[in-house]
Structure formats: structure tokens, C-alpha cells
């Protein structure tokens, strides 16, 4: 048993060595048509995801935290374990701290401009995951239910912030990607 923890550390500490989160410009699931708003744009300095199981209350929180942004020092990433075949329910707490006297709580923004974003997550290990919240027509992603399988291991959850004003059809695309990040997950 002992010997299986220190390879999941391992593994865990190898993929955080690894992982990356960024602002993108454009991608392969970009629609030219939509483009960022006019101005200066937020820059994520805190990235959190919250798992809270649903049968025992229990929180696991991964993180991305890169006090400058995209500057020259090395973000800070977390990684979470869940149990398998277990239900969690998932938020997020996105921040710009880049002025610690005006500090942007940008999972707000989102919520209150749905209709112009959405979270999209990827499905490791054969999750599935489910947006529970709505801009009253479509998903906003900010609210999900996850549910794991038996399915044991490691790899990373991609998280991408999508810029969609008046092309959003609840897809991840069309849509300009706002932010991206990868997360190391695991399931025991």
C-alpha cells in the first residue's frame, strides 16, 4: 500500500511539473466571427476548482495560482484525488489579483454575463460531467455535477473559459478561448 502512494506521488508530482494554464489567443475551435471585447483584459492569477462530494460533504480543491500572470515566475498547481463511483459537486473561484486594490472575482463576471461564456471540462477516466447551472437558455458551467466511475488512475482535467457572445448554442464551440488551464486528477 505504501509502495502505491509513493508512485502516486510521483506520478501526481511529475504531472504538476508538466501542467500549464494560459490565456489563449485562438485555437482550432475558434470562430473568427467572435473576438475579446475592446480594452484590457482580466488575467487570472487564481484559479480554483472545488469537488464537493455529495454522499459524505467532503471538499477536494485543485488550483492554478500565478500571482503575475503570465510573468516570468512559476505558477503554483494543485492538484485532488476522488473516490471512484462517487458523485461531487463542482465550483469555481476564478480571481485577478494583478491589483491587490481592485481585485476582480472573475467566476461573477462570468456568471453575470452568461450569455456571452461558458466553463467547458474535459472527461477523464470516463467522468461524466453535467452543468447544472444556466444563463436560462444555456449551460454557463460554473455549477456541475461530476460522477466518477470505477475507473482507477491518473491524468490531467482541462478546464477552458469560452468567450461566446451571440454565438453560444450550449457547444464549447464556437467561441473565442478566454482561458485554458490543466489540472491533475486522480481516482482511487
Given at each position: 500500500?505504501?509502495?502505491s502512494?509513493?508512485?502516486?506521488a510521483l506520478i501526481l508530482g511529475l504531472s504538476v511539473t508538466f501542467i500549464a494554464c494560459s490565456k489563449e489567443d485562438n485555437d482550432s475551435n475558434t470562430n473568427t466571427n467572435v473576438t475579446l471585447p475592446a480594452?484590457?483584459?482580466d488575467t487570472v492569477t487564481s484559479?480554483?476548482?472545488?469537488?464537493?462530494?455529495?454522499?459524505?460533504?467532503?471538499?477536494?480543491?485543485?488550483?492554478?495560482d500565478d500571482p503575475d500572470g503570465p510573468g516570468p515566475k512559476q505558477p503554483n498547481v494543485g492538484g485532488v484525488t476522488l473516490n471512484k463511483n462517487s458523485t461531487y459537486k463542482v465550483t469555481f473561484f476564478i480571481e485577478d489579483a494583478t491589483n491587490p486594490s481592485q481585485i476582480a472575482y472573475l467566476h461573477t463576471k462570468?456568471?453575470?454575463?452568461?450569455?456571452?461564456?461558458?466553463i467547458c471540462t474535459s472527461n477523464p477516466l470516463g467522468m461524466?460531467?453535467?452543468?447544472?447551472?444556466?444563463?436560462?437558455?444555456f449551460p454557463i458551467g460554473l455549477l456541475n455535477d461530476l460522477v466518477t466511475t470505477?475507473?482507477?488512475?491518473?491524468?490531467?482535467?482541462?478546464?477552458?473559459?469560452?468567450?461566446?457572445?451571440?454565438v453560444k448554442n450550449g457547444q464549447c464551440s464556437p467561441g473565442v478561448v478566454y482561458y485554458s488551464c490543466n489540472i491533475p486528477i486522480s481516482v482511487q
Open positions: 500500500m505504501q509502495k502512494n509513493l508512485l502516486f480594452g484590457v483584459q484559479f480554483m476548482v472545488f469537488f464537493t462530494n455529495t454522499t459524505d460533504s467532503s471538499a477536494e480543491v485543485a488550483s492554478y462570468i456568471k453575470n454575463n452568461g450569455k456571452d461564456y461558458k461524466s460531467v453535467t452543468a447544472k447551472d444556466s444563463d436560462g437558455t470505477g475507473t482507477l488512475g491518473s491524468d490531467n482535467m482541462n478546464f477552458t473559459v469560452k468567450y461566446q457572445k451571440s
